[in-house]
């Protein structure tokens, strides 16, 4: 991305067209519009910052731990369990099991594991669980909103499209969704992916219902009018001119929802129905380590803050890009 | 309008209807045995797990058992896989414990967010504001429990107060006001805990429907009257903001159910949602059916209730 | 602005009123101050709820906790060295019956035809020229007792044309032949080995028995033959257990306890409409007698050592509640009616949540999920308790319970390894440990080729550091475990060495068993990389923790280990219990005094719904078995039970890991009173006990208002 080499005058630049109340074209693109005013927000801009650590660090745990394993998240050092943080291997532990850097920066667990290797580890666990629950509940929420709103008229037999589809939503809203989680996850096999599919089949229903709405919205509008008139195909028009149109919502929610899918996943290993070994979650870590909360406050303190620290930049970030798309708001903010 | 309400009602009771078909189907379909059939155990035999089976239609094909539990829980001798027992009058009990503690976390919320949101409201951009929106993001952020155990860590250890369960037990024999302000103390701190991420949704809400509203021009024409600040604020700007608020206090009632197994696993509540979890790990079918089928109720009745009370409110919408 | 002021009023208040809340609660400094009654009160913690409150239908230990005497009583209990002693019954004596069939087509030793009397004539004659030897000495009395017609019913197994299995009850009728009938004064199990003498050893072989049974349902032959020999026995042992009862004992509503409830206790047992879970045991006996209102006589249908043992943690349970008469009081008093009636059976009673019995305590309430709290009985025909009020609190997390004993909310928990170490020196509180009649152990699948070589299972157990999981994840709180017997019982051989710590010598067995480090440093033999699946349940740390180190401990020797944790129903019911698993990190409750291993070990129980689950299958386990369940003599059972456990370490089924150490954390100001004969009383901390659980005692504890110094320790 380019940086605006005079900041003070773009800005100025962009008031105008705006305050001219959309008389004027805008001056830049939406997207730098958006960035702008994002930029402006000190909170979203520090959970930015965090969440780009956190993506490099999930590659990096991945990397560190499963390909060119630096920090092994597995070695059992017995004689070693509970240690503090930055402390140094016991003298009964052999020279091969040391750790990488000859510490345990985040200390170790009961079982003498590393507790750093573990947060990186999971770290890449963690943020997965999030982005693909969530990438499922988009997937789902948008076809069944973007059918709902396009094709909604059309007949199925006695009943329209979108009723049907809007009933169906109407049942997902109803099942009390954690309730149902837990009861699913509990009987299923306990595996990553279908605590990843549990928590994005129960969360889509936002995502239809906006989608929905603003399909509905705009395909009445007379760009759309044209695009039909010019003979476009259909797909043409829901990809290139409906789909970009009804984005803005849809990112701003995906993005709280990933930070919800998180803590729901640390509430489901609270329960013990979490990501289950060999994974390690910064749920999970967690859930274990408050066994150990008189012993080792650290285990319960480390991924509870670090899982506080990253779920908090998701919502600064969602929020502030909520801020920033909302034309009304900018307004407002900047006059 | 009571038409509107009639047809509701009964499109609601479909909806209902169709939502226990799939619980059924989901819990049917996943693995796992109800506990009471407990192959761990070294004196059961074949025989007596194929009785036991037998006895609760475990092995009827599918819609036989939804129709089973369709009757049983229509005549209420619905029965617990895990005890027996019958499973409306544990679901009351169960209820009467989650009650005081849904309402007086609800009060606590409802109370502590109009204050906390307004005054961030009037200073726009204020410290105060700035520091209790960071706040209020940080409470939506951390994970309930890992907030619950670090107080509850600090007041056990600080003052030996005992702060987990309905009262402390052993005060059966107190004097009546030891054990009423003892129960009153046990229901203080998870409730307080359940309600911060509450007050810090709400407050927002609040704190958005006020800048809402503060810019409007009947608002600004009451400003130019010349009425003093609180006046405009309290009385003007509020009592319309309010508006949208009345909606959600329908959505409040499934909560009931299923919002608070976490805070009821903390702090061992003996309320609904620990009732839930427990039949999960027992897979006391009939329990989580129940549990589920009634929570689907209370969501449908919640939006129903909003629905009207938004009607009754706001005179520009009508039910058609 | 009166709105202003009362937005901001409202919150402060429920604020305030909240906060003042905490000056009434009691601490655990002040609890006695605010309410002396919490001296006589007695707090513990239960990890979970218990279903029912019916000794006959519950296998739990947590109902056990609840009921054992303590609300209800065995006849015969274990003392705190692990002897039997009194309890309702004052004193109990073990005879025999004996029956010999006269096979008429069967010729004696001598030659002489079979008839009911030449059978009766020789048998008298080798007892009364003392040609029997010892056996002669136990004999009392010899008769012939004619032919009969009994009627029996069977529950078989049917599959269903789904395939399913389903209970079917089968009615037949067995002609008995002319029989001689022995009366011993004690169990001789080589009774008729040692007859062969007279009667000719082939005398017991090949008996006709399909001649002399009827079938209601013919087709269903082929499912109940293998029954026949042991419905019609040709030699029958039927071993007489004869309890003699404390007179003048009554149930907690006044009625008087006697023989009657004995009886009562077995029919209810045995009945399939209460589908009893410990029925097993008792199915052996065939019937209960009452003598007289203070004796009941049991005889046994044949040879079955653990009879003794089954009624030693088996309660009493009151005739005049749960029998036909009392049931229908009961559904009278409830209002049940018509069809519903015909339904009604124990297991719907209302004593099953609110149970009667003769122990120390009453039951007064049980709150599920939360509570049961028992009160002291006054009437008890023993020493009366110390407590007045005893809580079972239903805490499902030790971090929970361990907050609740620091607040003074709690008296007593079983504490995980690592709390109760920081309890160990702590001011306030007193740590015993009891050995918790278990053991934790690795079990490997035997019917997966992989498994069936035992190099491959000892290789994995020695690569298994069990002292350091002793040392470090049990915190010294365990003992290693060699065998299917528990170190605290005599039947396990105690001289027996554990498999040793030796990752070089396991990966030499694995090479001597052809497997070779292949080129990405895993073990290959074939072409096939040696791994497999490690499971266990979800929700125990120390089995998770086990896991978690076998997986690193087997990767070191190149061993391709996954490991998976499931929730307990889906663990056991879908993989453990249908054999669809590689091995299996679990462990065996209680039986810590049951010298029978047949569930467990024999090959026989391999199915499904049945405990053998690795499908171990030794003939000289097998063998070791049976004769464990039918040997009476103490010795000798014991010999067998030392050589079965042998057996059973060389091959190594289960890799044997520990048996935990049960700790229990309890406040200091609890002691145990000791009552001289002339009413002395001593004060002493509560100490750990040689045999079975510090519980036992719990009638003798007392709570002081301070931690007392001068104890005797």
Redesign the interface.
Known sequence: MTVPATPGRRAEAGVLPLDGAGVLVPAETPFRQVWRSFRKDRLAMAGLVVLAALLMLAVLGKLFTEWWVLFDPATVRLPDKLRPPFSIPSSSIGKELWPTLGLYPFGTDELGRNVFARMLQGSFVSLSVGVVAVSISLIIGITVGGVAGFYGQRKLGFVSVDTLLMRVTDVAVCFPTFFLILTVVALLPPNIYNIMIVIGITSWMGTARFVRAEFMALREQDFVTAARALGLSEGRIIFRHLMPNAMAPVLVSATIDVAHAILTESALSFLGFGVRPPFATWGNILADGRSYIFDAPWLFILPGGAILVVVLAFNLVGEGLRDAMNPKLRRRASG | MWRFVLRTVLQRLLLLLLISIISHLVIHLAPGQPSEVDPMNPMMKAVDIARIRASFHLDDPFYLQYLHWMRDLVFGDLKSFRDGLPVLPKIWDRFLNSAPLFLLTTLIVWTASFPTGIHAALRRGSLYDRSTTLVAYTLISVPGFFLSYLLILFVVRTFHLPVIGQHTFGTEHAPLIVRFMDRIWHLAIPSIMAALTGIAVLSRYVRAQMLEVIDQDYVRTARAKGLDEDHVVYGHALRNALLPFVTMFGFLLPGLISGSVIFEQIFAWPGLGLLGYEAILARDFPMILTLNFMAAALTLFGILLSDILYAVVDPRIRLE | ?R??WL??A??VL?FV?????????????S?AE??P??LT?F?RAEIG?V??LNPILQ?EAGAQNVMLNKVTETLITNDETGKLVPRLADRWEVTEEAYLAVVADRQLADGTPVTGESLLGALRRAWQSAKLGALGASIQSLELVPGETRRLSE?V?VADE?G????VTLDLTVALPERVKFRLSKVETRLFEQLGAVVGASYFRGYPFAERFKLQKPELLAQVRDRFPDLLAVAEHNPVITFYLHPGVRWHDGAPFDAEDVKFTYEALID?KN?S?????FVTIRSVEVVNPLTARMTYKRLYSPAIIDWASMDIIPKHRLDVNGLAREMDARGIHGAEREKFTL??SSY??KPIGTGPFRFSEW?????IRLVRNDDYWRRKAEYR?M?F????????M???L?????DRYEA?P??AE?YRNAAGYQVVSSPGGQYAYIGYNMRRPLFQDVRVRRALGMAI?VE??I???LDGQGRRSTGPYFSSTPFGDKSLKPLPYDPAAAAALLAEAGWKKNRAGLLEKDGKVLQFTLVTN??N?KR??V???A??AW?KLGIDC?????????F???F??VGNFDAYVLGWV??DLDPDQY??WHSSQA?????NYVAYASPRADDLILRIRTEYDVDAQIELTRELHRVIAEDQPYTFLYEPLMAIVLDKRIVRVRKAADGQEELENIREPAFGSVDQSVAEWRKLRLTPRGVVQ
């Open positions: 602005m709105t202003k937005l901001i409202l919150p429920i009123v909240l906060a003042q809340s905490a000056f009434w609660v009691p601490s655990y400094a609890q605010r309410d009654a919490r009160t707090l709820d279903k029912r296998m529950t197994l789904n399913n299995k389903q209970p399939p589908a879970p410990r029925s097993a045991s297991r719907d099953n949540l709150v599920p999920d939360q509570y009020e809580y609190r239903v805490i499902p997390d030790y971090l929970t361990e907050l609740e620091q607040s003074g909310a709690l995980q690592y709390q920081r550091d350091s999981i040392k470090y994840v979800n929700g740390p998770k923790a896991m978690t180190i997986q690193e990767r996954k490991i998976q944790v499931f929730e307990w129903t889906v056991i019911g879908e453990v219990d209680g039986g569930q467990i199915h499904r719904d049945e405990l």
